[in-house]
């Protein structure tokens, strides 16, 4: 008699979904925050973004040529990364400083771990990171939308985040990103469609971005803002960005549930130290990277226990 058990490995659960599918959703999500940075920082945002796709695709295609290993480029993921990280530029930065993170992205943070699903954190957010230590002159010298399409007309100035602190600020010009800031956390409406359609299509969940901008927003309350300042808190600086493109990522985020609640509470938990306890007005990027270090810690602590397993003495 035929058997008709079948018994295999995990997962038993199974997609059809390819890695190159996945990071072409993600390069649709982020369309409108490229538009939008054209529109509001002139042509050369998109110059900027162009620098570091082909600077990061270059340095994954030349790195595993010369070890001679597979070349992964066709999966899309070193484009997603050098759209990530321009997004997390000023409009203003030298080209070569972009290359320059695109290196620490790419070959350091990514290939010299074992590549894509090897990382210990997101690329573009330690490339960010080095370049606003290395460069911190030229990462905060951030250009502001001139009123034409032309181009920029200031500099260094304070951002949103630095604002709230003394004024009021409408919500619009924050939706619509008529501020400074960089490329990608200036319009947040377009954040949020990118968002939006990455939920519709599955590639990822919302609870890591609803959680840490939920803790992000209460905590906010609970230091004495009020929900109109708490709001803004959420809408300007890299909260958006991040929680929608960059903690969500597959590979340095927690895959069970209870991980993720636990995984956006502590982003946002450190995104509020750092934002009103320190002396930074941001810290979406080292909340993300302190979280991406105790990923691994957080998938043990909430691993849940197989049906009929015992329990461990």
Not at 197 to 207: A, D, E, G, N, W
Not at 274 to 296: C, D, H, K, Q, W
Request: aromatic share 10%; charged share 10%.
């Amino acid at each position: 008699m035929e058997n008709k058990i079948m018994v295999s490995s995990a997962p038993h659960v199974r997609d059809t979904s390819s890695t190159q599918q996945i990071m072409r959703d993600v390069v649709i999500a982020l369309v409108p925050a490229m538009l939008a940075s054209a529109i509001i920082f002139g042509v050369r945002a998109l110059i900027l973004i162009a620098v570091t796709v082909v600077a990061c695709v270059a340095f994954e295609y030349l790195y595993c040529k010369i070890l001679k290993k597979p070349v992964p480029v066709g999966d899309f993921s070193a484009v997603v990364t050098g759209v990530l990280l321009a997004l997390n530029l000023p409009s203003t930065l030298p080209f070569w400083m972009a290359v320059v993170g695109a290196f620490v992205s790419i070959v350091i943070v990514k290939q010299l771990f074992g590549g894509l699903g090897h990382n210990f954190a997101n690329p573009a957010i330690v490339g960010r990171i080095v370049l606003g230590l290395s460069f911190t002159a030229q990462m905060t010298s951030y250009g502001f939308p001139a009123g034409n399409p032309s181009g920029v007309d200031a500099l260094a100035s304070a951002t949103p985040l630095v604002a709230t602190r003394s004024a009021d600020l409408p919500l619009l010009p924050l939706l619509l990103g008529q501020h400074g800031g960089v490329l990608g956390e200036t319009c947040a409406l377009a954040l949020i469609l990118g968002g939006l359609y990455l939920v519709f299509r599955k590639v990822i969940s919302p609870t890591i971005p609803c959680m840490y901008l939920g803790t992000l927003f209460v905590l906010s309350m609970l230091g004495g803002l009020t929900a109109y300042d708490a709001l803004v808190q959420l809408l300007s600086g890299g909260a958006l960005l991040g929680a929608i493109f960059m903690a969500t990522d597959y590979v340095t985020s927690p895959y069970t549930f209870t991980g993720k609640l636990v995984f956006g509470f502590g982003l946002g938990l450190i995104t509020w130290a750092i934002r009103f306890l320190g002396t930074a007005a941001e810290g979406v990027s080292y909340a993300i990277l302190l979280m991406n270090i105790l990923t691994p810690y957080i998938n043990d602590w909430t691993l849940q226990k197989p049906l009929g397993g015992a329990k461990k003495k």
